[in-house]
């Protein structure tokens, strides 16, 4: 008798028969699916849809452009610890030019991207790592003799859709900082025209990648966004509202200094400059490498990577906040930045009140 | 006649690196490296709180 997981590798096709051929079982490929529904904040019943959609899917054809980056981007995209469901639906994309694996180097490698421009116009998908420099005509950043921006406008100017990986590709990044020496920017501020997804971070979460990978497959398009581009699945929700140590903020207990008793108690870091109040991700939930861990569970505050033009508006980041949201999951991405202050500081006006009644009348229960 | 031979980009490694060469005779005459990419980290890093330098430079690679 022939099991199911052998009728399906021989009906199979597209990515689905790589992941068959890769020896992952039926059982842990309907896993993934629906952990990936819960990524997508879809319903379990969307996991059967998904394993359809992927089963179905044509290879599709991606193509990575690396700028002013670190390549912290590639290093998530390829670095599992052990090799998962995800890097393998990674894996069946067909990456056909990606300057940090590829092996063909010089002319060649830049031929296997005139290619895919060529005969493949508006059907691949192409994913920017690193910022785009602009001042001096481009010259801090060039690859075979073009500059960054030559190569964006006509790589993701014909591509189906541009994912820009990474807070340096979404809006400039760690290049961007003040004083921006090379006029450093991200792909949809270069190219406003070009349908981008920021999927920012330093770097980003593979996870949000392949759900966003897993979203186009299964709809055909890309996920809905937020005002600066990113997937509402994953940078819909603060950081601190699904924070494990929110109980310790709203009890007002507060790591003081490093290695304080707090500390080792896994306490609040907001006083130690955790920008969770004002950062928006999926970082507490999703977590890394596997779902391990996340810098607050480490023990070190968030520096609010996932913002745009963190390394500028986040930091000293070991001071405090000045202003922190108030309490509940009520703030949207869009709702933050200008607007939010004043509710914000209201907020934490509110906060501080309210703790130091907790306090007085704790003090007071202890005279009595 | 010396001839000169460009490899642009190097892959496989990160970094923006680029090698031109000189052959002579089927010899290499004179080579060149340089990197075709810089962002300024030293220059970003000037007037912050120290404290913060090494979240700054460890992003120079991430490899």
Known sequence: MRDEDEIVRESAGGPYRQIVARGVSRRDFL??????????????????????????????????????????????????????????????LSVDYHETIMAPAGKQAEKS????????????????????????????????????????????????????????????????????????????QALPNVTVLNLTGCPMNVENLTATVVHFLTFGGLPATDSIGRPLFAYGERIHDHCERRAHYDAGQFVKQWGDEGHRQGWCLYEMGCKGPETFGNCPVVKYNEGTSWPVQAGHGCIGCFQPEFWDKMTPFYRRLPKVPGFGVEVTADKIGAGVAAVAAVGVAAHRIARAIRGKQDKKEDTE | MAKRITVDPITRIEGHLRIDCEVDGGKVTHAWSSGQMWRGIEVILKGRDPRDAWLFTQRFCGV
């Open chain 1, 31 to 92: 896993k993934f699916c629906s952990a990936m529904a819960a990524v997508l904040g879809l319903s379990g019943t969307f996991a059967g849809k998904i394993a359809e959609a992927i089963e179905k899917a044509e290879r599709p054809i991606l193509v990575w452009l690396e700028f002013q980056d670190c390549a912290g981007n590639t290093e998530a995209l390829l670095r599992a610890t052990k090799p998962t469901i995800a890097e393998i639906v990674l894996d069946v």
């Open chain 1, 113 to 188: 991207l005139e290619d895919v421009v060529k005969n493949h116009k508006g059907k691949y998908i192409a994913c920017v790592e690193g910022s785009i420099p602009l001042k001096d005509n481009g010259v801090y950043c060039c690859v075979g003799g073009r500059s960054a921006i030559d190569i964006a406008k006509e790589v993701c100017g014909n591509a189906l859709a541009t994912i820009a990986v990474g807070t340096c590709a979404t809006s400039g990044g760690i290049p961007a900082a003040a004083p921006n020496p090379t006029g450093a920017i991200g792909v949809k």
